[in-house]
């Protein structure tokens, strides 16, 4: 095994070495990038992330050089899900958030090197998800069925809760769609079904938290209804479920698997950064962030077998995945 200062060699003759194409990553010219699926607006992201990205890299240089400072990190946010499959195509991403499906067309269609490391776990519901179907409650739309012949706004084609799993729900209950459109985001369909610009809609689904509040237990909701609480205060008055999609594995983050060409080095880094990460959420500004981005507690080690779940439904719906990633 590579000592701290043999690594802390390795950066500083890779960087004055002559004909040397490209700095390591991690290093000030070569940045280890993180990188955030725009599940909300990209303010909002930003903000919160600054605390995680001073945080790891305080620690991946503790763990990665030992020291307290040194490993490099710059964080961006792509326009949308499929920058974030591209990005790891041509090395401009190093890590990632992704939503299921995007890990999947990434790694499975793209064939681009990449290793799902965590996954978000939402308390009460786990390590998966669902995606939940929304219309106005003035609404005559009750149920699933009465969807047929309707107006309808999927999220982006990229997501799993917002796309791929209602896609399978209607298909299996026979359900054909008027009009269908993609918002772009999980907030927006909801602000689309308040608008009556469409008459029902796809969200990311998460159990209410239940809160004490003068001395009673309070429901509070965490689907994407919450993302618009400022626009809309009553909109769990407004806005209703009519219904739900199967479960799933929960999205991952997602860790691109040829940073390093010595195998030994690249799992010593998958190891500091699913350690750095797990540290992170535990902390006072990691609870706020994972609320803000991804309505999770915390996060848990995850395999790529655990996807293969949502490989089938792929292959159920019979979808041409490369079309979506053009």
């Known amino acids: 095994m590579k000592s701290k200062l043999q690594y802390l060699a390795t950066f500083a003759l890779a960087i004055l070495a002559i004909g040397c194409t490209q700095s390591p990553t991690g290093t000030k010219a070569n940045p280890f990038r993180i990188m955030f699926i725009p599940y909300v607006e990209s303010q909002t992201i930003t903000y919160h992330t600054q605390s995680l990205v001073k945080f790891l890299e305080t620690r ?3 763990k990665m050089l030992g020291t307290d400072e040194g490993f490099y990190i710059k964080a961006a946010i792509p326009t949308s899900y499929i920058a974030v499959v591209e990005a790891f195509g ?6 990632s958030s992704m939503t299921t499906f995007s890990y999947i067309l990434t790694r499975d ?6 290793e799902a490391i965590l996954s978000v776990d939402r308390d009460p519901d786990g390590m998966v998800y669902r995606g939940a179907i929304i219309a106005r409650a003035d609404s005559p739309i009750k149920k699933i ?16 809760s917002g796309f791929i799993l209602p896609a399978k729900l209607f298909k299996d209950k026979k359900i054909n769609l008027a009009e269908t459109v993609f918002a772009g985001r999980h907030d927006s369909v909801v602000m689309m079904v308040h608008q009556k610009q469409v008459d029902a809609g796809a969200i990311y689904y998460s159990s ?31 806005i209703k479920i009519i219904g739900f999609t199967q479960e799933v594995t929960n999205e991952p983050w997602v860790l691109r698997a040829n940073i390093y060409d010595d195998p030994k080095d ?10 750095s990460i797990m540290e992170f959420v535990k902390t006072e500004d990691g609870k706020v962030l994972m609320q803000k981005l991804v309505r999770a507690e915390k996060v848990v080690p995850v395999s790529d077998s655990d996807y293969d779940g949502v490989r089938q439904i792929l292959i159920d719906l019979e979808i041409d995945s490369t079309k979506l990633v053009k």
């Open 109 to 114: 269609i793209k064939k681009y090197p990449v």
């Open 266 to 275: 690249q799992a010593r880094l998958k190891k500091a950064v699913q350690e």
């Open 208 to 238: 209410p938290e239940q809160r004490i509040v003068d001395g009673k237990n309070v429901a509070f909701i965490r689907d994407a209804r919450s993302m618009v609480l400022t626009q809309i205060p009553d909109v769990e008055k407004k």
């Open 145 to 160: 069925e009465d969807l047929e012949g309707k107006r309808f706004a999927y999220s982006d084609p990229a997501s799993t």
């Open 90 to 95: 041509t090395k401009r991403a190093d890590l």
């Open 60 to 62: 991946l240089s503790q």
